[in-house]
Nanobody, 126 residues
Framework: QVQLVESGGGWVEAGDARRLSCAAS????????MGWFRQAPGKEREFLAG???????WRVDPVKGRFTISRDNVKNRLYLQISSLKPEDTAVYYC????????????????????WGQGTQVTVSS
């Protein structure tokens, strides 16, 4: 049974920084490619950043410079560091996992991922 649990969300002010965490359990974390997504009210779930099995990171252009993804394969944790938060960053943030044999692969589509956390709400006030 794979379990992903996000934490670190909350109510923040514009300009603040926040680190989101995703605790993974149940299978071999190092065998998974990981991703962060978010979903704002009335919008589709969007990909933000991915971390391959070997720790390489990839982010979509709109969040480059503000969002940093990292993983700790010893602690079985995935992180998303967000700086200079904006009201438009308000959303539920999800981590996702996909078991893959490929060390350096990233996955961007929600359908690529097998496992999802329940999400953590980030609300940014202006």
């Amino acid at each position: 049974q794979v379990q992903l649990v996000e934490s670190g969300g909350g109510w923040v002010e514009a300009g603040d920084a926040r680190r989101l965490s995703c605790a993974a359990s149940g299978r071999t974390f190092s065998a998974w490619a990981m991703g962060w997504f978010r979903q704002a009210p009335g919008k589709e779930r969007e990909f933000l950043a991915g971390a391959s099995r070997d720790g390489s990171a990839w982010r979509v252009d709109p969040v480059k410079g503000r969002f940093t993804i990292s993983r700790d394969n010893v602690k079985n944790r995935l992180y998303l560091q967000i700086s200079s938060l904006k009201p438009e960053d308000t959303a539920v943030y999800y981590c996702a996992a996909k078991e893959t044999p490929y060390m350096g692969r990233f996955y961007q589509r929600p359908d690529d991922y097998y496992y999802w956390g329940q999400g953590t709400q980030v609300t940014v006030s202006s």
